[in-house]
């Protein structure tokens, strides 16, 4: 009998810290040398691959706040490199979902920055947001497929690079420039031949 009212004692533990539960089911990566979204899914259970990238990502402390709070209010110091999109879905009560959005640099130096824009809605509440550090951040996610180096994420995406260099604009001020050097061409030698 005792053990019975024992294990009675533990399920109604373990009961309300389930229905508590307030991670994310799935994180979605995108952005420069990325042909497909990144996508980490899984339990929100400690060591799984999403909750490892969710704490790397300062998910826990940007979404609720945390004390002591390790989120800064300014970006750290040093270059961010090129930006992700981070975007949470978050399971709420009743089927509704919340998506929490977060900036996302790995290729930062010294190590990976996360930023999560503060007063998204969540749970009743808002995101507490800031800006995140983790070392790890880079690692899991070259683990889940994003380029090892930023360089290789631009040269795998070659339109991006033209487009994001300013070599588009250059070409149509170029075409604008011969466009109207042969205008005026054309007036000026036909008014020699009239």
């Known amino acids: 009998m005792k053990r019975l009212l024992l294990l009675f004692a533990l399920a109604a533990l ?3 810290a389930a229905a508590t539960a307030k991670g994310p089911s799935e994180a979605s990566i995108t952005g420069p040398g990325l042909g497909k979204a990144i996508k980490i ?3 929100e ?4 691959p999403l909750m490892d990238f969710a704490e790397a990502a300062g998910f826990f402390p940007a979404a609720f ?11 750290p110091k040093g270059k961010l490199g090129p930006k992700y ?3 949470y ?11 929490i959005h977060q900036d996302l640099y790995p290729y930062a130096t010294p190590t990976g920055v ?7 809605p969540i749970f009743g509440a808002e995101t507490s947001g800031g800006w995140f550090t983790d070392s790890r951040l880079k690692e899991i996610l070259v683990a889940h497929g994003l380029p090892k180096t930023a360089a290789e994420a631009t040269s795998g995406n070659s339109t991006a690079g033209f487009f994001s260099t300013g070599k588009l604009g250059a ?10 050097a042969t205008v005026l061409m054309r007036r000026r030698f036909g008014r020699d031949t009239a």
Not at 45 to 48: A, L, V, W
Not at 65 to 75: E, I, R
Not at 171 to 180: E, S, T
């Open 41 to 43: 899914t899984g339990t």
């Open 89 to 99: 879905t978050v399971p709420g009560g009743g089927g509704e979902n919340f998506r």
């Open 65 to 75: 706040g945390q004390t002591p709070n390790p989120m800064m209010s300014a970006p």
């Open 45 to 48: 259970t400690e060591g799984s």
């Open 114 to 120: 996360t930023y999560m824009p503060s007063g998204q």
């Open 85 to 87: 999109s981070l975007d």
């Open 171 to 180: 070409l149509v001020l170029a075409l604008l420039l011969l466009g109207a």
């Open 14 to 16: 373990a009961l309300p």
